[in-house]
Every structure is written in C-alpha cells, then in structure tokens.
C-alpha cells in the first residue's frame, strides 16, 4: 500500500496578503510619520499630532482584539476580563516612566506625597528599561498563568469562565484603587516626562512610538496568523468546535488551552506598554469590567476567527466612539449596545463577513424570486 500523502503546507499569507501587509507596513513606517513631520500643518495632507496619537491608541487597541480573537475566535474562551492584562502591561511601564521622570536616587512624586521613606519591593526592577520589557510580557504571563491553570484545570468554561474573569478583573482593580499598594491609588501614574533619556512631548517621539505600536500590530497579526495556521492551531480549534472528542482522539486540552490563554494575556500586556507612554497616563479604571466588555465587542464588531476582523472591528468602533462622544456624549454606550445587539442577531460574522453576507442574501433573493416566477398560478390553465 503506497504511503498516505500528506496535504503540502499552505502559504502563511497570499499575493494579495503579502501585498496589504507591506502596504500596511509602508503606511506606518514611512508615510504617516512623512505627512505629519514634513507636510507643512496648513496643507490637507498634513497629519496632525492629534491624528497620530488617536490612530497610536488605536493599534493598542487592535492587539488587544487580535489578543481575544486568539482565546475566543479561535479556542471558543470568551475573557471578559482582559483589561486586567493590558492595564498590568501598563502599569509595568507606568512605574519604569514615574522612575525616570523622579530622576536618579528620588521617590516618585505620589511617593513623596504620602510619605514614603523608600520605594515597595515590587519596585525593585522599575529602574531598568530591559527589566521593564521583560516584566511587560512575565506579569501578565505569570498571572494568567496561575489562574487559567486553576481555571481549567476544573473544567470551568462558558458563561462560568468569563463570569470569573469578570471577578478577578474587578478585584484587581479595587486592590490598585488602594493608596497603600504603591500603585498611585485613584490617581494612578502620570507626569511622564521622557524615555530613555528622550522628551516624550516632541513630534519625532510621537511618531516613533505610533510607529513601535504599527510594527508590534504588523508582528502580532503575523505571530497570529503563522500560529493558528499551524498543528496547534488546528488544535485549538478542535477544541473550540468539540473539546470531548479532541481528548477522545488523545489530545489533553488543558496544556493547549492555558497556552493560547498566557500568550494572549501577554499580547495584552504589550499593547498595555505602547498605550500608558502615548496618552501620558496609567490609572486603575483601565481594568474596569466595562472596559473589558468593550475589548470583547471589538472581536465581535469586526468578526470572530478572522485575525483581521478585530483589527478592522477596534479601528471601527474606537473611531465611533471618538466621534460620538463629543457629538452625543451621552448616547455612546447606548450606540454601543445597540450595535452589539445588531451585530449578534444580523451580522453574527462581524464586518469582515458582511459583504459574503450581503452576496448570500443577494443570491437567496435571487434563487427564491427564480422559484416563484417558474411556480404556475391556480387557475392560469383553466
């Protein structure tokens, strides 16, 4: 008997995804920062330091949907709690800008207003620029780690699991509210001043770090793309569609589950680091549940197990809210309810999935008046 062939690996991205993705590539690392740097601010082309700041805050958000779409899209985990990773990312990054902007030797400055004679233990690393990258991506690692192993462990999932999420979230928030945990309290860290030695109020490094966040966007959609393409990812989705006969064929879940689980907790910590030094502060309302039920719509909005659904989903409803809060501030959340009603019941795909929707539709309509015209009338052979 000849040897089953297997079926050859498919490209990571096509023609046409190589082509979006340098063109994504050229955008942010070469003609946004020529427009906003170069273009004098009278012309039309010119891109204000308002638009670049808004759109750097934006590809934060995009990593934290890609983040979810790994653990919900692809692995069937919805987390309504992962404004805790990206707010632990940003408080890693937080205490490492307080550090520089106090200078050599000095407390921070919410330090010195209560008092404190030295700085807490878990400060202790806060002065290192490689320490606080490494500590961006093992904080959020380690505490996901911890609980997604207790937390699968029991087999607990559905609508149980992202209760507890919610649960943990809002712990953690009330614990860093506390002036007491050296975490800044209600206030939280602000007055950043500089990076590594470097103004963080210049143009050059606002476009420096919009571009950092492009890049890791651009590279965290690739990490994505190449892992769910592969064994693994095949995996994960096996166990999103039918977990009981994924371990019947001798696959543990456990270890696949609280893989993907700590990998996108430490995207969120990621995105968390590029937000905190582009908007200037880092406060405990980061880790509100709203916000972390907010993360989950932008998956929703732009489309589940599509990668670049998310994407397209935070940019879409991000861009909303900035308009609709200063047009109707008080009509935001019921917009946002609204369009996650419409967006469960009509378009379950998200708008990734809304033009083959609108084609299906389209060609229903078609087929069903084609079936109607051929159908005789009662009585028209009487």
């Not at 890049?215 to 994960?236: Q, T």
Request: overall charge positive; charged content about 10%; proline content about 5%.
């Amino acid at each position: 008997m000849p040897p089953t062939a297997l079926p050859a690996p498919e490209p990571l991205l096509g023609a046409r995804g190589w082509a979006g993705f340098l063109a994504a590539l050229i955008v942010v690392c070469a003609v946004a920062p020529a427009l906003n740097l170069w273009v004098p601010e009278g012309s039309a082309l010119h891109l204000s330091d308002y638009l670049v700041g808004l759109l750097g805050k934006f590809m934060c958000y995009a990593i934290v949907a890609l983040a979810i779409d790994l653990i919900w899209g692809y692995t069937g985990i919805l987390s309504l709690g992962h404004g805790l990773f990206f707010a632990l990312g940003g408080y890693v990054m937080g205490m490492h800008l307080m550090r520089e902007a106090a200078g050599p030797g000095a407390l921070p400055a919410f330090m010195g207003f209560l008092d404190w004679k030295a700085l807490p233990w878990h400060w202790a690393l806060s002065g290192s620029f490689t320490a606080t990258v490494l500590l961006v991506f093992l904080v959020p690692g380690v505490i996901a780690g911890v609980f997604g192993y207790f937390a699968f462990r029991s087999r607990i999932k559905g609508v149980y699991f992202s209760i507890i999420t919610q649960a943990l979230t809002y712990a953690a928030m009330l614990l860093f509210f506390r002036n007491e945990t050296g975490f800044g309290g209600n206030n939280g860290f602000t007055g950043f001043t500089s990076l590594l030695g470097f103004s963080l109020n210049t143009p050059s490094m606002h476009v420096l770090l919009f571009a950092l966040s492009g890049l890791a966007l651009l590279g965290c959609f690739l990490f994505s793309r190449w892992l769910i393409r592969s064994k693994y990812g095949r995996v994960l989705q096996a166990v999103r569609d039918a977990e009981s006969r994924t371990m019947f064929c001798g696959y543990n879940p456990l270890p696949y589950k609280l893989s993907v689980w700590v990998i996108s907790a430490m995207m969120c910590g990621l995105a968390g680091a590029l937000y905190v030094p582009q908007v200037g502060i880092i406060n405990p309302g980061e880790m509100s549940v709203g916000n972390s039920i907010e993360m989950a719509v932008w998956t929703a909005v732009g489309g589940r197990a599509s990668l670049v659904g998310p994407i397209i989903g935070a940019f879409a409803v991000n861009g909303g809210k900035s308009w609709l809060t200063v047009a109707a501030p008080e009509s935001w959340l019921y917009v946002l309810g609204a369009l996650f009603i419409v967006v469960t019941l009509f378009m379950p795909g998200g708008l990734i999935r809304l033009p083959q929707q609108i084609r299906e539709w389209r060609e229903k309509r078609r087929a069903q008046s084609a079936s109607l015209k051929s159908t005789p009338v009662k009585g028209a052979l009487a």
